[in-house]
Nanobody, 123 residues
Framework: VQLQACGGGLVQAGGSLRLSCAAS?????MGWFRQAPGKEREFVTS????????FYADSVKGRFTISRDNAKNTMYLQMNSLKPADTAVYYC????????????????????WGQGTQVTVSS
């Protein structure tokens, strides 16, 4: 499965962006991670195959919403109330099997990764 992420860009603090991740084939659990300069890659959010079992990092809870459209093999990340601290390269990830929620925060649980899309939030 190949993943193609897009939708990043430059936005002012308080603004919104919507990221998309198109998969070349069927993916089970999917998620978004991000990596800021000089920092390790961190978990943002994950979603189960049927659109349920969503889970969010505390830092984005209430501001970000993950969703997916299996008919289009596409996952989305709606990001609202963006902060400068959200500035990072955002990566989408997918697994070839269902991942338990408790494992969804670990990058090693995923089999496929997109190339990343840059999100920059100015103050």
């Amino acid at each position: 499965v190949q993943l193609q992420a897009c939708g990043g860009g430059l936005v002012q603090a308080g603004g919104s962006l919507r990221l998309s991740c198109a998969a070349s084939g069927r993916a089970f659990s999917m998620g978004w991670f991000r990596q800021a300069p000089g920092k390790e890659r961190e978990f943002v959010t994950s979603i189960g195959y049927n659109g349920g079992s969503t889970f969010y990092a505390d830092s984005v809870k209430g501001r970000f919403t993950i969703s997916r459209d299996n008919a289009k093999n596409t996952m989305y990340l709606q990001m609202n109330s963006l902060k400068p601290a959200d500035t990072a390269v955002y990566y989408c990830a997918a697994a070839g099997r269902i991942i338990l929620t408790k494992s969804a925060t670990s990058a090693t649980s995923y089999d496929y990764w997109g190339q990343g899309t840059q999100v920059t939030v100015s103050s």
